[in-house]
């Protein structure tokens, strides 16, 4: 079964950091670009940032750039999304997904408060 | 950044209905579109891509059309299982979203 799972979310106080995590199964991972997208409560889709397949070339939202960084393990079948200086308005659901967005995860819930 | 505005924002229907939603983009984005459906507290889901390709395992009653700028997804007679918050998405560039339209019963 093609599947991504999400995982490293929590509470967080502003300015900390947090380390995200998407494991893929069931798929050739290293074939795929890959994107993290979020979704603050009530709110709608929001693209935060994407991967090539080999880890080469990476994009951010203006609103992350500097502050969030995203890599990937192909060996690990793994994607990561390191977000450092966390701020109230990061606090979403944070999605990974596969290539076209045809595959998503579950999502993990990120909140930053005091 | 191209901005993909959807309309209508909300949007009550009856089972059974013809129900269409549009999506412009800011400039001419091909048919790189795409059409999410989501529903409360699950991750969004492929419905069409390409602008009017369903995607594997979709309902029929689901299409979309346009290319450029002018996008459409209509569902032919909505179904119970039907309602819920549907996505535009560009992957022309940097991908983005519409604001979303959200589907209601009448």
């Known amino acids: 079964e093609v599947q991504l799972v999400e995982s490293g979310g929590g509470l967080v106080q502003p300015g900390g950091s947090l380390r995200l995590s998407c494991a893929a199964s069931?798929?050739?991972?290293?074939?795929?670009?890959m994107h993290w997208v979020r979704q603050a409560p009530g709110k709608g889709l929001v693209w935060v940032s994407r991967?090539?397949?080999?880890?080469?070339?990476?994009s951010y939202a203006d609103s992350v750039k500097g502050r969030f960084t995203i890599s990937r393990d192909n060996a690990k079948n793994t994607l990561y999304l390191q977000m450092n200086s966390l701020r109230a308005e990061d606090t979403a659901v944070y999605y990974c997904?596969?290539?076209?967005?045809?595959?998503w995860g579950q999502g993990t819930m990120v909140t930053v408060s005091s | 950044d191209i901005q993909m505005t959807q309309s209508p924002s909300s949007l009550s229907a009856s089972v059974g209905d013809r129900v269409t939603i549009t999506c412009r983009a800011s400039?001419?984005?091909?048919?790189?579109l795409n059409w999410y459906q989501q529903k409360p507290g699950k991750a969004p889901k492929l419905l069409i891509y390409?602008?009017?390709s369903l995607q594997s395992g979709v309902p029929s009653r689901f299409s979309g059309s346009g290319s450029g700028t002018d996008f459409t997804l209509t569902i032919s007679s909505l179904q119970p299982e039907d309602f819920a918050t549907y996505y535009c998405?560009?992957?022309?560039?940097?991908?983005?979203f519409g604001q979303g339209t959200r589907l209601e019963i009448k």
């Open positions: 997904a596969r290539g076209l967005c045809d595959i």
């Open positions: 069931g798929f050739t991972f290293s074939s795929y670009w």
């Open positions: 991967i090539n397949s080999d880890g080469s070339s990476t």
């Open positions: 400039q001419s984005i091909s048919s790189y």
């Open positions: 390409a602008a009017s």
């Open positions: 998405q560009q992957s022309y560039s940097t991908i983005t």
